[in-house]
């Protein structure tokens, strides 16, 4: 009979550390359908070029969507005499996004968009969605640039967007979205008029006047 391996997890209950058996062998205990085991033979590395040895196995325990609370340790376990078993700790960091910039950007009609988003504990592959409201935004048109770019030395991934030629239409929230990372949004209103100067002007126009006792107000017009 062949030694079975089995993948057991470390879990606190109530206050104490109890072994929780995920698999043996093929079999999975958990119900959580996020873990599998993965047999396969095991990767050998020469100094050519590796190459499979079907005569080994690795038995590979596989997380779907890891979340934070998987973190913890786990336990690889052969039925042999005496026992064999082998602890790995995982550690699961979360990765956010962050908007640099204002909550809410202001621009004029017919200017140019720039946001950046920022994502911390990325990993090098990971692809930032941009979206305009509920629509993702079409890197292919004419008017729109996204580049992407991931820091090795400090695991962050920084995601750039521009659009030239704004238009009113442009207003709204705009979200930038990874995988295993929390959206990060900012409002942008396109096509605010400030009539600040104009009532100043049509104050002075109508009256006439100079006086240190009057206040002057300044006016906001914001079009959605």
Same mark, same amino acid.
């Given at each position: 009979?062949?030694?079975?391996?089995?993948?057991?997890?470390?879990?606190?209950?109530?206050?104490?550390?109890?072994?929780?058996?995920?698999?043996?062998?093929?079999?999975?205990?958990?119900?959580?359908?996020?873990?599998?085991?993965?047999?396969?033979?095991?990767?050998?590395?020469?100094?050519?070029?590796?190459?499979?040895?079907?005569?080994?196995?690795d038995w &590979?325990?596989?997380? %779907?969507?890891?979340?934070?609370?998987? !973190?913890? /340790? *786990?336990?690889? @376990?052969? $039925? =042999?005499?005496?026992?064999?078993?082998?602890?790995?700790?995982?550690? &699961?960091?979360?990765? %956010?996004?962050?908007?640099?910039?204002? !909550?809410? /950007? *202001?621009?004029? @009609?017919? $200017? =140019?968009?720039?946001?950046?988003?920022?994502?911390?504990?990325?990993?090098?592959?990971?692809?930032?969605?941009?979206?305009?409201?509920?629509?993702?935004?079409?890197?292919? @048109?004419?008017?729109?640039?996204?580049?992407?770019?991931?820091?090795?030395?400090?695991?962050?991934?920084?995601?750039?967007?521009?659009?030239?030629?704004?238009?009113?239409?442009?207003?709204g929230n705009?979200?930038?979205?990874?995988?295993?990372?929390?959206?990060?949004?900012?409002?942008?209103?396109?096509?605010?008029?400030?009539?600040?100067?104009?009532?100043?002007?049509?104050?002075?126009?109508?009256?006439?006047?100079?006086?240190?006792?009057?206040?002057?107000?300044?006016?906001?017009?914001?079009?959605?």
């Amino acid at each position: 009979m062949f030694p079975m391996v089995s993948w057991i997890r470390q879990r606190e209950i109530n206050g104490i550390v109890r072994p929780v058996i995920l698999t043996t062998g093929l079999f999975t205990y958990t119900s959580d359908q996020r873990f599998s085991v993965l047999q396969r033979p095991t990767m050998e590395y020469s100094s050519l070029s590796p190459a499979l040895d079907h005569s080994l196995t690795d038995w &590979v325990l596989q997380i %779907k969507f890891v979340q934070p609370r998987d !973190a913890g /340790v *786990y336990e690889c @376990q052969v $039925s =042999t005499e005496p026992r064999i078993s082998e602890n790995f700790h995982l550690n &699961v960091v979360e990765s %956010k996004a962050k908007m640099i910039g204002p !909550a809410d /950007v *202001y621009v004029k @009609q017919g $200017s =140019t968009l720039g946001l950046t988003c920022l994502v911390s504990q990325a990993v090098e592959h990971a692809t930032v969605f941009w979206y305009h409201d509920l629509n993702v935004i079409d890197e292919s @048109q004419s008017i729109v640039r996204i580049d992407q770019n991931f820091d090795f030395t400090m695991a962050t991934m920084t995601s750039r967007l521009r659009i030239n030629n704004l238009q009113s239409a442009h207003s709204g929230n705009y979200t930038c979205l990874t995988t295993a990372a929390d959206p990060a949004s900012t409002m942008v209103h396109v096509n605010i008029q400030l009539l600040c100067n104009t009532v100043i002007q049509e104050f002075h126009k109508n009256f006439r006047f100079q006086s240190a006792g009057f206040r002057y107000h300044c006016a906001l017009l914001l079009n959605y």
